[in-house]
């Protein structure tokens, strides 16, 4: 194709991409001065594809249709032509030069909320022209919007899935009328997963579909998460987003009405969306502020001090309010009980820095029974509990109620791993099974049975497709959870296995065991490498530094042991706590490790120079278990009083 002439102007320069049916390309258009370049979109029917030739030429004549009616508005592609040879069909439209909105949503740089009210009223604006015109574009998502390079303003594309949806009509009386679709057979579900309402995907689009649509967009822009990564109301269906990020109640209400599972719960138009976005920027500024226009980071969001040059991020991982009352922005704060409101220290953010300053953010009592394991998604918003009262709980980090309730153990549930992309669950139990769940809708999805005894740890690599799990017998299994297959290592260890670890590469696992001693295992062969001896007690958690040198043993001999792994030199000994050590988890940086232990604490330690920097106390009984999040922004403990406790990092 690259160098074929259509229609003896527009030449084929390069591909931009190709499907089954469907292939786009740059070409320059040679009947012109500078010849410019344009895209063209190229249908090709074949016996092979599942549309059939008529299909072909009415998808590309409905874009061309939905083009020309738009005309010359410049927030849309404009139609250059339009024609068929040889049984192929062509579109010719004007190349938007730009970069995708995709590229502005990095789950590491969240947006202000002034961002996503400029944001919403562009997109809305453009929406509210379309929808005059009686079209629903039904694709509307972060690839579809190119923020122009030369003005810098959003351009919806590919309009391959608009639909008509209603005509204007002039009645007897001279007055203009609305005279809808809906009612007709219903069309093909067309539209991206996450970005598409209920009603859409049953083939019966309105115009609040692109509406719904925009809404997920600016959730994803404000949390960080694409929209299938969020959960839904088992109840109702709506999107519960809110938890994971604090912003002003009537911003939050607009979007959510955005997103009603329900198309007439929701906006039904683009101009009632706009109107209530205005009233949020109508209060008057005070002069000592400043609205934020940059992007906010995940490490500074949560609270922001503004003067009037500068913002400065002064307090990390605590979630904060930006309200609009009385004309001016205040800063809300979320205050624990009394009790928890000491402040202690805890992570360095480098090794030569001041400590930072965390508070007991809260403490979440919801199990019946000792709390024996918790893990933390890779985004650090959501959290979930094992407990040995055989369920697990699933929280957003900054809510005070769990979000779903998990039953199907039939024992203590020991282990809890969450996939990198925040989908999956898993969980090992002593009931020697480890069950597989869907996260966001709290649905168990799979049962892993391999072991004959209880499961005690369990171990996931980042892209959710291969688990390893040791129990009470000393066995380890590596499990494939895309075709199932399990590769056994029988008598790994003598005795119980308490915990295993993946290196950060994911090459490499660590064992340790109530044998007193700690193995490590190439994961993709299940060979042992090595077998490490130190320790006078049983071994109860291992743990690679996220710098992927160093290996830490925590033991019941109520020692904390550093070791270079690959040659099993013992580096450092850390010692202070006063009974045996069960947990053991790394700040984000690797600069500093945080233990737990029957004690009853929680201590922190330089681990270059294997100093106890502090000694948290909270828990009324053993600490049980600890997990840090990636972001280094929250600790989390459980303990056998029932309860989890939530440390949040000032800076």
Not at 195 to 202: A, D, I, K, L, N
Not at 507 to 529: N, Y
């Amino acid at each position: 194709m690259l160098g074929k002439l259509l229609q003896g102007r527009y030449q084929i320069i390069g591909i931009l991409s190709a499907g089954g049916f469907c292939q786009t390309y740059l070409a320059k258009d040679i009947a012109i001065a500078d010849s410019p370049t344009c895209v063209v979109k190229h249908l090709k029917y074949s016996a092979q594809s599942s549309i059939s030739l008529p299909s072909l030429s009415e998808l590309l004549d409905r874009e061309a249709e939905a083009l020309k009616k738009l005309g010359k508005y410049d927030r849309v592609p404009q139609l250059l032509a339009h024609f068929e040879e040889k049984q192929e069909y062509y579109l010719v439209q004007e190349l938007i030069e730009g970069y995708p909105l995709t590229d502005e949503l990095n789950p590491e740089q969240l947006w202000s909320e002034h961002q996503v009210i400029y944001f919403l009223q562009e997109v809305l604006t453009i929406l509210e022209y379309i929808h005059s015109h009686g079209l629903i574009h039904r694709d509307i998502k972060p690839s579809n919007l190119i923020r122009r390079r030369h003005d810098n303003k959003l351009v919806l594309i590919d309009f391959g899935a608009v639909k008509q949806a209603w005509t204007q009509v002039i009645t007897e009386g001279g007055k203009t009328s609305t005279k809808f679709a809906f009612g007709v057979a219903a069309t093909i579900a067309i539209g991206t997963p996450g970005y598409t309402p209920p009603e859409q995907e049953r083939g019966i689009p309105r115009p609040n579909s692109d509406i719904y649509a925009l809404g997920a967009i600016a959730i994803q822009a404000l949390t960080g998460l694409a929209p299938t990564q969020l959960l839904e109301d088992n109840n109702t269906g709506e999107i519960l987003w809110r938890h994971y990020r604090e912003v002003s109640p009537r911003l939050a209400e607009i979007i959510s009405k955005m997103v009603r599972y329900h198309f007439k719960e929701r906006y039904q138009s683009a101009t009632e969306v706009k109107q209530d976005l205005q009233l949020l920027l109508k209060p008057q500024i005070p002069q000592i502020a400043t609205i934020p226009t940059k992007v906010v980071t995940k490490q500074n969001y949560s609270r922001q001090l503004y003067n009037s040059k500068v913002a400065i991020a002064m307090v990390a991982g605590v979630a904060l309010v930006l309200t609009a009352i009385a004309g001016g922005y205040y800063l809300l704060k979320p205050t624990a009980p009394a009790s928890e409101q000491k402040q202690y220290s805890l992570f360095t953010t480098n090794r030569h820095s001041p400590f930072a300053k965390i508070f007991l953010a809260k403490t979440l009592s919801a199990h019946s029974q000792p709390v024996w394991s918790t893990a933390i998604s890779a985004n650090g918003q959501i959290l979930a509990s094992g407990s040995q009262d055989n369920t697990i709980k699933v929280w957003a980090i900054n809510s005070q109620q769990p979000i779903y309730t998990l039953l199907g153990h039939k024992d203590t549930v020991r282990s809890l791993a969450i996939s990198a992309d925040g989908r999956i669950l898993a969980s090992g139990s002593g009931d020697t099974t480890v069950k597989l769940w869907n996260l966001q809708t709290g649905k168990q999805f799979g049962t892993l049975q391999g072991h004959n005894s209880p499961v005690w740890s369990i171990a996931m690599k980042r892209d959710g497709q291969t688990l390893v799990s040791a129990c009470e017998d000393g066995t380890i299994n590596i499990w494939n959870l895309r075709t199932g297959a399990l590769r056994e290592i029988k008598a790994a260890h003598s005795s119980r296995i308490f915990s295993v670890a993946l290196s950060p590469d994911e090459q490499t696992i660590a064992t340790g065991s109530k044998d007193k001693t700690i193995k490590i295992w190439h994961l993709p062969t299940g060979k042992l490498i090595r077998t490490i001896n130190g320790h006078t007690n049983a071994v109860r958690d291992v743990l690679f530094n996220p710098n992927g040198k160093e290996l830490v043993s925590a033991s019941w001999d109520k020692t904390i042991k550093v070791w270079d792994w690959q040659t099993g030199k013992q580096l450092l000994v850390l010692k202070g706590h006063s009974d045996r050590i069960v947990s053991v988890t790394f700040s984000a940086n690797g600069q500093n490790l945080v233990s737990a232990s029957i004690d009853k604490t929680i201590k922190i330690w330089d681990i270059h120079t294997g100093k106890m920097l502090q000694s948290l106390p909270g828990h009324s009984d053993w600490v049980l278990s600890l997990v840090s999040d990636p972001t280094g922004q929250t600790l989390v403990s459980s303990s056998k009083d029932k309860t989890i406790k939530i440390w949040q990092r000032e800076m």
